[in-house]
């Protein structure tokens, strides 16, 4: 009879230590996100978050195009950390490499292309129009795209981005300010580059209008780069170089022929003007790479979608001067400048 207050007792320590067994982890993983904080509280955010894969074009190792996908970059690893990974080609200045290197990111599967100045864009559009293409350091995608409007904006489709494109006619006022007593401007330019026709149509047009005498100097490539900047020189007071990626990747070529022949250039860009130019007006290629870069967190994330987007600037403009040209031509700029060296 005394046996039976002991036996229930054991049969319910046995059913108590069962229970505590089915308490465990689930093998199947449900609970795989669910961590203690050791504050008393619970953290249920999924720890097996996506990732992503981005493939960047550049056209050419440049100070302004190097400053843009270092900015993108940074912008989405402080957004999104170890999520992205980047697989990055070079064109080394010749256009037919970008396709090369954007058909590898196609094969590769990303999941969005960074297309760093107007080949590398053509290159991917030409390539896709499902993955997402960011473009940057682009000058107007109107022209670079050969579409109906010059007119940047919503583009739709699977393309967007930034422009690089300063104020032109605050440049004609740059070069106004620094040369009033000049006469004959020098307009230098890549023929090859719609984007740079672009420009030098529109600030002819600025330059005019303020009493100048312009002359259109189109090189073709570096082979006659030289040559045609020396015809420039021995008929302009001051030379003007749009945003142009050919005479950016051959500023020494240029200052070799213009610092001798004693003739001034203002640049479009800081790029230019650190190697052959005295001054520019300028964006700042970094903050437009960034800008690139927050939109590719919200294209890559879901945020937004991308044919909805529109074309985006850096509107924070600095006047910029270079030092060592200025001394060897002998010119003093005035207050406002900052130096680039």
Sequence with gaps: MKRKPF????????????????G?????GDDAGTTDDGAGTTDTSDTSGETYTVGICQLAPH???DAATQGFK??????LGDAVQFEEGNAGGEPNNCTTIVDGFLSQGVDLILANATASLTAAVSATDTIPILGTAITNYGVALSLDSTEDKVLGGNVSGTS?????????QMLQELFPDAENVGLLYCSAEPNSVFQVDTIQGYLEDMGYTCTQYAFTDVNDLSSVTQTACDSSDVIYIPTDNTAANNTETIANVVLPAGVPVVAGESGICSGCSVATLSIDYYELGQITGEMAVKILTGEEDISQMPIAYDTTLSKLYNPENCDALG????????SLL
């Design 74 to 79: 940074d912008a989405l690893t402080e957004a």
């Design 63 to 65: 100070d302004a195009l």
């Design 164 to 172: 690089d494109l300063a104020p032109l006619d605050q440049q004609a």
């Design 7 to 22: 036996l229930a007792l054991l049969l319910s320590l046995c059913l108590c230590l069962s229970l505590a067994g089915c």
């Design 331 to 338: 010119l003093t700029m005035p207050e406002g400048y900052e």
């Design 24 to 28: 465990g982890t689930d093998d199947t």
